[in-house]
């Protein structure tokens, strides 16, 4: 079973993800703040991530980045869905650079999240793939 990490700061919005993906099957852990989902990077090793950018204590940027440059080359490689009221094209090609690939803007559709998120978890086992880092 696939796990997914939630980091989302909003309740509702994380209930409503992680019911979501849950009911399609993914084992899910919720964070609620980028302290605690830095804690849980290597506690519960998930599959994918999804991240909101405006989080409180450790803000989703600085969560990417302890992602990107973490000692474990499967951590640093780990696909992250951003799911963010920000929407800019600086915004997305700043995360383009940070290597992730599908930036979602809130509010989103819970069908296109869940279509991203077979997409990338397809891309992450297709041996064609490579890692943006």
């Given at each position: 079973?696939?796990?997914?990490?939630?980091?989302?700061?909003?309740?509702s919005?994380?209930?409503?993800?992680?019911?979501?993906?849950?009911?399609?099957?993914?084992?899910?852990?919720?964070?609620?703040?980028?302290?605690?989902?830095?804690?849980?990077?290597?506690?519960?090793?998930?599959?994918?991530?999804?991240?909101?950018?405006?989080?409180?204590?450790?803000?989703?940027?600085?969560?990417?980045?302890?992602?990107?440059?973490?000692?474990?080359?499967?951590?640093?490689?780990?696909?992250?869905?951003?799911?963010?009221?920000?929407?800019?094209?600086?915004?997305?090609?700043?995360?383009?650079?940070?290597?992730?690939?599908?930036?979602?803007?809130?509010?989103f559709?819970?069908?296109?999240?869940?279509?991203l998120?077979?997409?990338?978890?397809?891309?992450?086992?297709?041996?064609?793939?490579?890692?943006?880092?």
């Amino acid at each position: 079973m696939k796990r997914i990490l939630v980091v989302e700061d909003e309740l509702s919005i994380s209930n409503l993800i992680c019911y979501n993906l849950e009911h399609a099957g993914y084992r899910v852990v919720a964070a609620f703040d980028g302290e605690e989902a830095l804690q849980l990077l290597d506690s519960f090793c998930p599959h994918l991530i999804t991240l909101d950018l405006l989080l409180p204590r450790q803000s989703g940027w600085q969560v990417l980045d302890a992602i990107r440059h973490h000692p474990r080359r499967q951590t640093a490689a780990l696909p992250v869905l951003v799911l963010s009221a920000l929407s800019s094209p600086q915004l997305r090609e700043e995360l383009h650079r940070s290597g992730v690939r599908h930036c979602l803007s809130k509010p989103f559709s819970v069908t296109e999240l869940g279509l991203l998120v077979n997409t990338l978890l397809e891309e992450r086992l297709d041996p064609a793939w490579s890692s943006p880092l």
